[in-house]
């Protein structure tokens, strides 16, 4: 590789990176499993700021923008984001190259929560030398319930002691002895909370939804404070939440003031936070060791010249694998697409306790993230998706047709998709469960997904010219190759079709950008490796989605746009605030990228030496961005990112509700499905 790294190199970044301080604070927390997050903050914070490193990082997140859609959007979104989406990133960056740290980690914090404040999960900075190195735990997820009179509170969630006494049995114990004798973990299940910090419980929620990012909509940030459940290729899982699991060492401890269930009397208490190493951490005895086992660019970090490789495919790095809010996409071809989320905090792989998971008989048909069932009333099938990824895109689409198939030859008449914390995969895979449901029509047919456009850059015009020009990509594995897509009249472009001109251009928020034409479909007739039925499985109108709001990328693409506003089909959000609007999904897109797979795209296209290039990363990082944006339904002439999604239903929490699906399903089914059978 013309760009790799020498090893004289990586021992200069090491000496650069060397601690400051006469005691190694990262030989406190090495090889340990549990250390407090004050003894990982000094491992974090010895580090000072090598200013060729950050300038680096700035570089290549500013040229990467070059290809994110929203950069102009993102200034000031649409109504109604306007109010939590209004981030210059571009000026912002200029700051954070001028600014003065105190250490590499508080760099790292800026970059991280400027990014985030797109709530775009798609447009991410990821250092995997801090972000979850350590995962910051307490032993009580929290549930907002509401009682028999619809008013809402804060509270230990029902399951805390059961998730808790499973997952951290080694370390339980160091949080009961944190408490005083009157109160249990055991018994504190359910208890009320009147205080977080001295304040509401909603101050708490509303500084947690400023930092979180990943959706736009607010109820869907608030709740991701609160535990969740997921079914993936684990099985089912349970999602601690932003307030019981943290990505980097934040928090100390927390104190809180707590009512105990059906007594008037109130408690005052200290928990600690306590910080677990990251399965995917690398082992490491001191800094030096830290730094060179975590820190350093990895295989698939930076991308690759396809036509010096001999794999037609670009390396996936692990670590974007570790940070996509789906299970690992295995592709079968490198031009299968996918839109999917990514995140701090890796995915759960908490066990559901038990009590919780579903008992019901379970319909064959399943896959890694998607599994079928049948409710007692033998009329109401469930199919429970996780993921549109986890597996290869033909065992998906045959699984979910098979599944369906026989949930309706067992005679349901009614379907719940319950796509809870699904954040996206494969995109024709969603477009096939459209088609699939709701049968061939002219919102299927020949699309059942969205028309997109490209950024229309300089860098990405030089790419196109030098694919037509000089035959790079014969494979057709790079995404500005012309024979991967179609115009709006769904025409396949030629090989020497230049998509990208003439530019459509724009004025965004006073700034002057530019687009490529209309794109069309993408996965009709080819897409879909299973022969759709030739009539619909269930009618629009007994189908519902539900979700935590948690439903983004390839997700929304199949909620939001084909299924509720195509289709009219009910879309229900679990416990969100009653007095905040519930979107039952975030983050559209059309199609995400990360740096490695640009950069792929530049090196192939033999224009890694151009000033508009960005460098290769000399951290172990990622870069998100949308590098296709959808056009909308309600207005086909605006990004379908900046139009609302009002949820049909915002289903309120009781402890017998939360977090058990099939007491969610069955109440659904009497609020939406039963009054029409």
């Given at each position: 590789?013309?760009?790799?790294?020498?090893?004289?190199?990586?021992?200069?970044?090491?000496?650069?990176?060397?601690?400051?301080?006469?005691?190694?604070?990262?030989?406190?927390?090495?090889?340990?499993?549990?250390?407090?997050?004050?003894?990982?903050?000094?491992?974090?914070?010895?580090?000072?700021?090598?200013?060729?490193?950050?300038?680096?990082?700035?570089?290549?997140?500013?040229?990467?923008?070059?290809?994110?859609?929203?950069?102009?959007?993102?200034?000031?979104a649409p109504e109604p984001f306007t109010p939590f989406v209004h981030e210059d990133l571009l000026k912002d960056l200029s700051r954070i190259s001028a600014q003065s740290y105190?250490?590499?980690?508080?760099?790292?914090?800026?970059?991280?929560?400027?990014?985030?404040?797109?709530?775009?999960?798609?447009?991410?900075?990821?250092?995997?030398?801090?972000?979850?190195?350590?995962?910051?735990?307490?032993?009580?997820?929290?549930?907002?319930?509401?009682?028999?009179?619809?008013?809402?509170?804060?509270?230990?969630?029902?399951?805390?002691?059961?998730?808790?006494?499973?997952?951290?049995?080694?370390?339980?114990?160091?949080?009961?002895?944190?408490?005083?004798?009157?109160?249990?973990?055991?018994?504190?299940?359910?208890?009320?909370?009147?205080?977080?910090?001295?304040?509401?419980?909603?101050?708490?929620?509303?500084?947690?939804?400023?930092?979180?990012?990943?959706?736009?909509?607010?109820?869907?940030?608030?709740?991701?404070?609160?535990?969740?459940?997921?079914?993936?290729?684990?099985?089912?899982?349970?999602?601690?939440?932003?307030?019981?699991?943290?990505?980097?060492?934040?928090?100390?401890?927390?104190?809180?003031?707590?009512?105990?269930?059906?007594?008037?009397?109130?408690?005052?208490?200290?928990?600690?936070?306590?910080?677990?190493?990251?399965?995917?951490?690398?082992?490491?005895?001191?800094?030096?060791?830290?730094?060179?086992?975590?820190?350093?660019?990895?295989?698939?970090?930076?991308?690759?010249?396809?036509?010096?490789?001999?794999?037609?495919?670009?390396?996936?790095?692990?670590?974007?694998?570790?940070?996509?809010?789906?299970?690992?996409?295995?592709?079968?071809?490198?031009?299968?697409?996918?839109?999917?989320?990514?995140?701090?905090?890796?995915?759960?792989?908490?066990?559901?306790?038990?009590?919780?998971?579903?008992?019901?008989?379970?319909?064959?048909?399943?896959?890694?993230?998607?599994?079928?069932?049948?409710?007692?009333?033998?009329?109401?099938?469930?199919?429970?998706?996780?993921?549109?990824?986890?597996?290869?895109?033909?065992?998906?689409?045959?699984?979910?047709?098979?599944?369906?198939?026989?949930?309706?030859?067992?005679?349901?008449?009614?379907?719940?998709?319950?796509?809870?914390?699904?954040?996206?995969?494969?995109?024709?895979?969603?477009?096939?469960?459209?088609?699939?449901?709701?049968?061939?029509?002219?919102?299927?047919?020949?699309?059942?997904?969205?028309?997109?456009?490209?950024?229309?850059?300089?860098?990405?015009?030089?790419?196109?010219?030098?694919?037509?020009?000089?035959?790079?990509?014969?494979?057709?594995?790079?995404?500005?190759?012309?024979?991967?897509?179609?115009?709006?009249?769904?025409?396949?472009?030629?090989?020497?079709?230049?998509?990208?001109?003439?530019?459509?251009?724009?004025?965004?928020?006073?700034?002057?950008?530019?687009?490529?034409?209309?794109?069309?479909?993408?996965?009709?007739?080819?897409?879909?490796?299973?022969?759709?039925?030739?009539?619909?499985?269930?009618?629009?109108?007994?189908?519902?989605?539900?979700?935590?709001?948690?439903?983004?990328?390839?997700?929304?693409?199949?909620?939001?746009?084909?299924?509720?506003?195509?289709?009219?089909?009910?879309?229900?959000?679990?416990?969100?605030?009653?007095?905040?609007?519930?979107?039952?999904?975030?983050?559209?897109?059309?199609?995400?990228?990360?740096?490695?797979?640009?950069?792929?795209?530049?090196?192939?296209?033999?224009?890694?030496?151009?000033?508009?290039?960005?460098?290769?990363?000399?951290?172990?990082?990622?870069?998100?961005?949308?590098?296709?944006?959808?056009?909308?339904?309600?207005?086909?002439?605006?990004?379908?990112?900046?139009?609302?999604?009002?949820?049909?239903l915002n289903l309120q929490l009781t402890p017998d509700l939360v977090n058990s699906p099939v007491a969610i399903w069955t109440n659904i089914t009497q609020q939406l499905l039963?009054?029409?059978?």
């Amino acid at each position: 590789m013309a760009t790799t790294i020498t090893v004289l190199f990586f021992a200069l970044l090491l000496s650069a990176f060397a601690s400051t301080e006469a005691l190694d604070p990262c030989a406190t927390i090495g090889g340990q499993k549990w250390v407090s997050p004050k003894d990982l903050r000094a491992c974090f914070t010895s580090f000072a700021v090598n200013p060729v490193i950050k300038q680096n990082i700035v570089e290549v997140i500013n040229k990467t923008l070059a290809f994110h859609t929203s950069v102009n959007y993102e200034i000031s979104a649409p109504e109604p984001f306007t109010p939590f989406v209004h981030e210059d990133l571009l000026k912002d960056l200029s700051r954070i190259s001028a600014q003065s740290y105190p250490s590499d980690y508080d760099l790292h914090i800026d970059f991280s929560r400027t990014l985030k404040r797109l709530n775009d999960g798609h447009c991410v900075w990821i250092n995997s030398c801090y972000v979850s190195l350590f995962l910051n735990f307490l032993p009580i997820p929290l549930a907002l319930l509401t009682d028999s009179n619809g008013i809402q509170s804060v509270h230990i969630a029902p399951a805390a002691f059961a998730v808790a006494s499973a997952e951290f049995s080694d370390e339980i114990d160091v949080w009961q002895e944190a408490l005083p004798p009157t109160i249990q973990l055991e018994t504190a299940s359910r208890y009320l909370l009147l205080s977080i910090d001295g304040q509401d419980p909603f101050v708490a929620v509303d500084a947690n939804a400023l930092i979180t990012g990943s959706f736009q909509p607010l109820g869907t940030r608030q709740n991701s404070f609160f535990s969740s459940y997921q079914f993936g290729a684990s099985g089912w899982t349970y999602i601690m939440g932003d307030f019981a699991q943290q990505s980097l060492p934040l928090n100390d401890s927390v104190t809180l003031v707590v009512q105990r269930v059906n007594e008037s009397t109130t408690d005052t208490i200290e928990l600690p936070y306590r910080a677990r190493i990251n399965p995917t951490t690398v082992s490491f005895n001191d800094s030096t060791s830290y730094r060179a086992n975590n820190c350093l660019p990895i295989v698939g970090t930076n991308g690759v010249d396809l036509n010096e490789t001999a794999s037609s495919a670009a390396p996936i790095s692990e670590t974007v694998l570790q940070f996509q809010q789906q299970p690992p996409i295995l592709k079968t071809f490198p031009k299968e697409r996918i839109n999917v989320m990514l995140d701090t905090i890796p995915l759960s792989d908490i066990a559901l306790p038990p009590s919780l998971v579903p008992t019901i008989p379970v319909i064959g048909g399943g896959f890694g993230s998607g599994q079928f069932y049948m409710l007692p009333d033998n009329i109401t099938g469930v199919f429970a998706l996780g993921s549109f990824g986890g597996d290869t895109i033909d065992a998906m689409m045959s699984g979910m047709l098979q599944g369906l198939v026989n949930l309706k030859s067992l005679g349901a008449s009614q379907l719940i998709v319950d796509v809870s914390n699904n954040g996206g995969g494969f995109i024709c895979a969603a477009e096939f469960l459209h088609r699939i449901i709701v049968g061939p029509k002219n919102t299927t047919v020949p699309q059942a997904g969205l028309d997109t456009k490209a950024r229309d850059g300089p860098l990405a015009r030089l790419i196109v010219q030098q694919i037509i020009e000089n035959n790079l990509d014969p494979d057709q594995d790079l995404l500005y190759n012309p024979l991967n897509w179609r115009n709006a009249t769904n025409v396949p472009f030629t090989a020497d079709d230049d998509w990208l001109l003439p530019p459509v251009n724009l004025t965004i928020n006073g700034h002057a950008d530019a687009f490529s034409q209309r794109l069309g479909q993408e996965c009709q007739p080819n897409g879909f490796t299973s022969t759709p039925p030739d009539n619909a499985l269930f009618a629009a109108e007994n189908v519902v989605i539900v979700s935590n709001g948690r439903c983004a990328s390839s997700c929304s693409l199949f909620s939001v746009i084909t299924m509720a506003k195509e289709e009219g089909v009910k879309t229900v959000v679990l416990g969100g605030k009653n007095d905040v609007q519930q979107a039952y999904c975030g983050t559209v897109g059309g199609e995400s990228s990360v740096f490695s797979e640009m950069d792929t795209e530049v090196k192939t296209a033999r224009l890694k030496n151009n000033t508009l290039a960005p460098p290769d990363l000399m951290v172990n990082g990622v870069q998100g961005i949308t590098w296709r944006l959808g056009f909308g339904i309600d207005d086909p002439t605006q990004p379908e990112e900046w139009q609302p999604h009002p949820a049909t239903l915002n289903l309120q929490l009781t402890p017998d509700l939360v977090n058990s699906p099939v007491a969610i399903w069955t109440n659904i089914t009497q609020q939406l499905l039963s009054a029409k059978n």
